[in-house]
Structures are given as C-alpha cells and as structure tokens.
C-alpha cells in the first residue's frame, strides 16, 4: 500500500469516525482499514485515533494530521481530473483473488468464471501461491480474499470452510 492510499484512507475514517462505514465507502475490508491506520500510525510516529463508545476520535495528533491528509489527497484528485487519471479505472473495480495451488486450479476457475458472470464491470486479478505466502497477501490486503488447502495459522484471519 503506498501513503497515498493509506491517508485517503485516514480521510474516511475520519469523516465516518467509523471503521466499518470507511471501509464500505471504499469497498474494502474492516482488516484493511485497520491496518493501514496502523501503518500510518507507525510511519508517523504518533496515535491518530481512540476508540470510543460509537467508534473512533481523532487524537490531538490525529487532528492535525488530518489537515495535511486532506490537502493532500485532495491536490492528487485535482492533478488526476487535470490528466484524466485513473478514470477508466475508476469506472471499472477489480477483486483480486489469491489461492493455494490446488483450487487455483480445481476450484477457482469455474467459481471466478461464474463470479464474472453476474458481476461483468468487475476485473478478477488471481495470484497462485503457497498457502503461507498467500495468508501474507491477505493480511497485507494484496488480495482480498483467498482459498487454500490446509489449515490456516494466522489468528488474524477470519476462515470458512469451503468445502468439508
């Protein structure tokens, strides 16, 4: 992830004061989110939120972090309108897919094939590796989701069986 995208971000989470919202407004994973304010929370030295009752605050630190975040993100979106980009792939969203090698080659295919049947403006983006290095694509958000065989060892993870 690069700064940028970890104070737009920042920016959601701050106008939402929710995690969760963010992370639907940018059609992303809650994990996501939170991870990412992580490492901006460690790239800047400082905490940016506290929990509370109804979600998150800003901190004293967080607030001012917020101004520069907002400037910004908001001179990329005025140099991207200038250019032209990213708009042809704004218009199109990408669900990127890991797998182990098994079901990348005996269950993902038909599942990705008929996901892209009932969700055509949707570009599918598959990595094939082994089940450790893909558990490391998730909790990066390289991918965001993924099936493997096996057991999973990250207690970060939320798993459901595929298939018994």
Same mark, same amino acid.
């Given at each position: 992830?690069? +700064?940028?995208q970890h104070l737009t971000v920042f920016t959601h989470? /701050? +106008?939402?004061r929710n995690l969760t919202r963010a992370a639907h407004e940018l059609n992303i994973s809650q994990p996501s989110v939170s991870r990412q304010l992580k490492s901006l929370e460690n790239w800047t030295g400082t905490k940016l939120f506290r929990k509370t009752n109804n979600g998150v605050e800003l901190t004293d630190s967080g607030h001012r972090c917020l +101004?520069? /975040?907002e400037a910004i993100v =908001?001179?990329?979106k005025k140099l991207e309108e200038e250019f032209g980009i990213g708009l042809a792939k704004s218009a199109r969203a990408v669900l990127r897919v $890991? $797998? =182990?090698h098994s079901p990348s080659m005996l269950q993902l295919p038909s599942l990705l094939t008929r996901f892209k049947q009932t969700h055509p403006k949707v570009d599918v983006s598959l990595r094939t590796t082994h089940r450790g290095r893909i558990e490391e694509m998730v909790l990066s958000s390289e991918v965001e989701i993924a099936l493997v065989s096996g057991t999973i060892s990250s207690p970060q993870l939320t798993v459901e069986p595929f298939r018994r």
């Amino acid at each position: 992830m690069t +700064r940028l995208q970890h104070l737009t971000v920042f920016t959601h989470v /701050a +106008r939402h004061r929710n995690l969760t919202r963010a992370a639907h407004e940018l059609n992303i994973s809650q994990p996501s989110v939170s991870r990412q304010l992580k490492s901006l929370e460690n790239w800047t030295g400082t905490k940016l939120f506290r929990k509370t009752n109804n979600g998150v605050e800003l901190t004293d630190s967080g607030h001012r972090c917020l +101004r520069y /975040a907002e400037a910004i993100v =908001s001179q990329v979106k005025k140099l991207e309108e200038e250019f032209g980009i990213g708009l042809a792939k704004s218009a199109r969203a990408v669900l990127r897919v $890991g $797998g =182990s090698h098994s079901p990348s080659m005996l269950q993902l295919p038909s599942l990705l094939t008929r996901f892209k049947q009932t969700h055509p403006k949707v570009d599918v983006s598959l990595r094939t590796t082994h089940r450790g290095r893909i558990e490391e694509m998730v909790l990066s958000s390289e991918v965001e989701i993924a099936l493997v065989s096996g057991t999973i060892s990250s207690p970060q993870l939320t798993v459901e069986p595929f298939r018994r």
